[in-house]
């Protein structure tokens, strides 16, 4: 169950002492307030998506409309307007949205240069995690490598799904015979999808 929704929160007041209330005449008594609607998920804000403002004498509680204002109490409401800024945490959720997408970008594109490195420069003791003839998962362990060969042990064992193939990467489980590709075969076999994931260690 998803919760969300929009809530209103107190930015700042203003309650000049020298305004004279044109309800009541009663000096110092009229209150400017403005407040900010956020949008929210679990309680976490989002955006703001809008404003309100009040301007209400304390003595009459009479309500000013910024368009009946006389020009010294409208000039105090528009600075008040100007003074209020929203606080940066009511963007919290954007910014952090934002620094996800900025963080998997970037782990994204090192993790494609990684695999780039590993494909043109493969190491003794790679391991290429691949998709099988019969669609089961299993890996081919770097044995040895001459020139533009490379040379590979199978594991013994297949793995029905792709997560959890790490439970057969142990050593025990590839045998004593190899084959090899050339390297443009291997990279061939990673960009068709073959081999979906090369692990070094």
Not at 66 to 84: A, D, G, H, Q
Not at 126 to 145: A, G, P, Q
Request: proline content about 4%; hydrophobic content about 30%; some cysteine.
């Amino acid at each position: 169950m998803i919760f969300y929704g929009w809530k209103e929160t107190h930015l700042k007041s203003s309650q000049p002492n020298h305004l004279i209330c044109p309800s009541c005449k009663s000096q110092g008594s009229i209150i400017f307030s403005r407040f900010s609607t956020y949008f929210h998920v679990y309680w976490l804000p989002i955006l703001p998506i809008g404003k309100r403002d009040s301007s209400i004498c304390q003595n009459c509680y009479h309500s000013l409309e910024p368009k009946n204002m006389e020009f010294n109490i409208k000039n105090e409401y528009k600075s008040l307007k100007v003074r209020t800024i929203i606080p940066i945490w009511q963007f919290s959720g954007i910014i952090l949205i934002a620094c996800l997408i900025l963080f998997f970008t970037y782990t994204d594109k090192k993790d494609k240069k990684t695999k780039f490195d590993y494909l043109n420069y493969p190491a003794v003791n790679d391991v290429y995690r691949y998709k099988t003839e019969n669609k089961n998962f299993s890996t081919l362990l770097v044995y040895e490598i001459l020139e533009d060969s490379v040379y590979v042990i199978p594991n013994e064992y297949e793995f029905s799904e792709m997560i959890g193939i790490e439970e057969i990467e142990n050593d025990s489980n590839y045998g004593e015979y190899y084959y090899s590709y050339s390297l443009d075969d291997i990279k061939s076999m990673y960009n068709e999808g073959i081999i979906y994931d090369i692990k070094r260690k």
